[in-house]
């Protein structure tokens, strides 16, 4: 089997050659459209941006000194339509990323890693209600349980798409390849997660020198002090380098599972 160090190095290969196709993925279905979303929020509803930001500041404590009634209803229908929309367009995204790692063979544009995925959107979302709620039950009973089969069920997107399997056929499947082999499946998504935690840090530290330089730290200002336009500013920054974290983090992710899937699939 190959070690942690060998499908890293594989996968990160993999995601410099392709990182331009990654990034306009993240260009098409999460930066234009949450740019229109808050352009849309701050410039239709500023108000609302307002008694919520002083909401959020003031706590628990001062609730009662916050009016939500100056908050319109048009507000609420947009953020909950567009909410739903930005989930949309974030699974879709991570569809593609699953198609393209798995079937990529020469050259694949965004349109054909897309279309692929689109072939997959309710099965990958059946599969994803189905795990999600099995899981919660099982952390809900007992903390271990959840791990375990969380662990389990690890590769289990990776096999519906690969082995057009079942939903509950690619759960079975993916437990099948993980069994015998269970902690050193776990060592790896651990020493994965650090390194995911290792990369939040890095962008998000200068993100923080960066809002404090400009506005301040204008999120966590007290109420008294506070200014729309220097929120707006700090809120910015802070999306920015968060972005530019995930453009590494999310098809990182899938293409090292990816790898590491198809390692343990071909030792069984």
């Given at each position: 089997m190959k070690r942690f160090g060998d499908i890293f190095a594989e996968s990160w290969k993999e995601y410099k050659f392709n990182f331009r196709l990654f990034l306009k993925a993240f260009v098409l279905f999460a930066i234009l459209p949450t740019i229109i979303f808050y352009a849309i929020t701050f410039g239709v509803f500023p108000a609302a941006v307002e008694e919520l930001v002083t909401l959020g500041q003031v706590g628990a404590d001062n609730f009662s000194s916050v009016d939500i009634s100056n908050i319109s209803a048009g507000y609420f229908i947009f953020s909950f339509f567009s909410g739903i929309v930005l989930f949309i367009l974030?699974?879709?995204?991570?569809?593609?990323?699953?198609?393209?790692?798995?079937y990529k063979k020469g050259k694949m544009n965004l349109k054909q890693a897309?279309?692929?995925g689109l072939n997959y959107f309710w099965a990958f979302l059946g599969l994803g209600i189905v795990v999600s709620l099995a899981l919660l039950g099982l952390f809900i009973l007992l903390i271990i349980p959840g791990i375990i089969f969380?662990?389990?069920?690890i590769f289990s997107g990776f096999v519906l798409?690969?082995?057009?399997?079942?939903?509950?056929?690619?759960?079975?499947?993916?437990?099948?390849?993980?069994?015998?082999?269970?902690?050193?499946?776990?060592?790896?998504?651990?020493?994965?997660?650090?390194?995911?935690i290792g990369i939040?840090?890095?962008f998000s530290i200068p993100a923080k020198i960066l809002d404090?330089?400009?506005?301040?730290?204008?999120?966590?200002l007290p109420i008294e002090t506070f200014n729309l336009t220097s929120y707006i500013i700090s809120q910015t920054i802070n999306y920015i380098f968060s972005v530019a974290s995930s453009i590494i983090i999310v098809p990182l992710s899938i293409l090292f599972f990816k790898n590491f899937y198809l390692d343990m699939k071909s030792r069984k």
């Open positions: 974030s699974f879709l995204m991570s569809l593609t990323f699953y198609y393209f790692s798995i897309v279309n692929g969380m662990i389990y069920w798409m690969k082995e057009k399997t079942g939903i509950i056929d690619s759960m079975k499947r993916s437990k099948a390849i993980v069994k015998g082999n269970w902690w050193k499946v776990f060592g790896f998504f651990l020493l994965f997660c650090l390194i995911v939040s840090i890095v404090f330089t400009i506005t301040g730290g204008a999120s966590i």
